[in-house]
């Protein structure tokens, strides 16, 4: 037992751009169960719930020990009565009883398998199971209809439920770069997202580009997708134009934290490494059923078939030489190109609460594309990350720790 005096008291800032977080997390154990339950609400269409959750996961992430009591969260922002509860559980339980029953509803296993289709989100996923479809099996025999997205994500299910490694993510990268040098010279390109942060793996890769000539970069995506293209890189792509200068209802406001940067969602075709593909000649990749059912095996039955049709299966997979890879392009003129890496480093809870940030406490309106300050009328212009935490009056942040 210890002793209320021997406890450690945490001191820490209420909003996560105001605090370092790394990659290590000294209490995984409750960020995994408030993360769990946060992932719950969002599945569920309870933003204000998931946002709480996700919060009290973040400040759990930027303690600098593991928490032991409850005594030593006296004081500390960002935990909720329903947050704290859930930390209890798992102090004194050694898990939380509300995720335990969350992991094992069906409904929640459910939205996991079906949100885990790219082009599914929460909406498309709860109309599914209210129709009775609870997994892929029952969606590909449903007579759903889907869009394009969903059918490529269908077909790269395990491929894209399969984290991507940095060792994917930077040969991803020197694609890109070919891609773009081939279009217009000079253009930039930057790794962002998760693995700017530092990460190991991540469930896709994100791209901004940029050219140092103000103007340049107009049309440089559909350039840049159409060389991808023809290199047949390209499992997948949608790309969308710039919509910034059009709106009317102001840059520094975007309807959502979507921004309006001329971006790509796509599917990569990567071909794995250099040592299976020295061994696995490229034919191989497009076996068809009747190449590996040997000529003696006859099957007689629809179970025997079955049988010999997974065998097929799992022998194609082993012979594959490529993978799917979700990967993000987005291309940023140069003078907004500062906000643009801001924006799109993520965490996705940092972001947020850069904007929160922004508004509350200075009545200034940060997106992906500028920032705006309400009180002088007038945008402030930056040309790295640091100016823009200057502005705001925070202590700069590296991307690695901005793992909130
Ligand atoms: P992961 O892929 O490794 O799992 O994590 P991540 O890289 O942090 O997440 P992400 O979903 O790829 O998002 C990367 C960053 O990009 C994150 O900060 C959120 C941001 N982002 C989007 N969509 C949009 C958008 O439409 N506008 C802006 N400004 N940012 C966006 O994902
Ligand atoms: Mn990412
Ligand atoms: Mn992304």
Redesign the pocket.
């Known amino acids: 037992q210890i002793s209320e005096a021997e406890v450690a008291l945490f001191s820490v800032s209420s909003y996560a751009c105001q605090r370092r977080t790394t990659l290590d997390n000294h209490n995984s154990n409750l960020t995994d169960a408030l993360s769990l339950l946060a992932e719950n609400a969002e599945l569920n269409n309870e933003d204000g719930r998931g946002v709480a959750f996700r919060r009290a996961a973040a400040l759990m992430k930027a303690l600098p020990t593991q928490v032991i009591s409850m005594s030593q969260l006296r004081g500390l922002p960002c935990l909720g009565e329903h947050s704290l509860r859930v930390i209890k559980d798992v102090l004194e339980n050694g898990v939380s009883s509300e995720v335990e029953s969350t992991k094992q509803s069906k409904r929640y296993k459910a939205l996991k398998i079906l949100t885990g289709i790219f082009g599914v989100g929460a909406k498309t996923a709860d109309r599914w199971i209210r129709e009775g479809i609870y997994n892929l099996e029952q969606l590909r025999h449903s007579g759903q209809t889907l869009n394009r997205a969903q059918k490529s994500g269908l077909e790269h299910y395990d491929d894209l439920n399969e984290p991507v490694t940095k060792a994917e993510a930077d040969a991803i990268g020197e694609i890109v770069q070919k891609a773009v040098d081939s279009v217009l010279t000079g253009s930039q390109v930057a790794l962002?997202?998760?693995?700017r942060r530092g990460?190991l793996t991540?469930?896709?890769v994100?791209f901004l580009i940029t050219h140092p000539e103000e103007g340049k970069e107009v049309g440089l995506m559909p350039k840049v997708v159409a060389w991808l293209e023809s290199q047949g890189f390209l499992l997948y792509q949608k790309t969308t134009r710039n919509s910034y200068l059009e709106s009317k209802d102001g840059p520094a406001r975007p309807a959502s934290?979507?921004?309006r940067f001329e971006r790509c969602f796509s599917i990569f075709k990567l071909t794995k490494g250099k040592e299976q593909e020295s061994t696995q000649p490229e034919e191989q990749n497009d076996l068809k059923t009747k190449d590996v059912l040997r000529p003696h095996m006859q099957a007689d039955t629809d179970q025997q078939l079955c049988e010999l049709s997974k065998n097929y299966q799992m022998e194609a997979a082993s012979h594959k030489i490529w993978r799917a890879v979700r990967v993000?392009l987005v291309v940023s003129p140069i003078s907004q190109f500062a906000f643009a890496v801001l924006?799109?480093?993520?965490?996705?809870l940092f972001?947020r609460e850069l904007r929160r940030w922004a508004g509350h406490e200075k009545n200034m309106s940060l997106s992906?594309h500028a920032l705006f300050d309400n009180t002088q009328n007038k945008y402030l212009r930056a040309t790295s990350e640091e100016e823009i935490f200057a502005y705001l009056g925070l202590e700069y942040i590296p991307p690695s720790e901005r793992n909130a």
Do not use: R
């Not at 962002?192 to 693995?195: I, L």
């Open positions: 962002t997202g998760g693995f990460k991540g469930h896709d994100d934290n979507m921004d993000d924006g799109w480093t993520g965490s996705k972001e992906s």
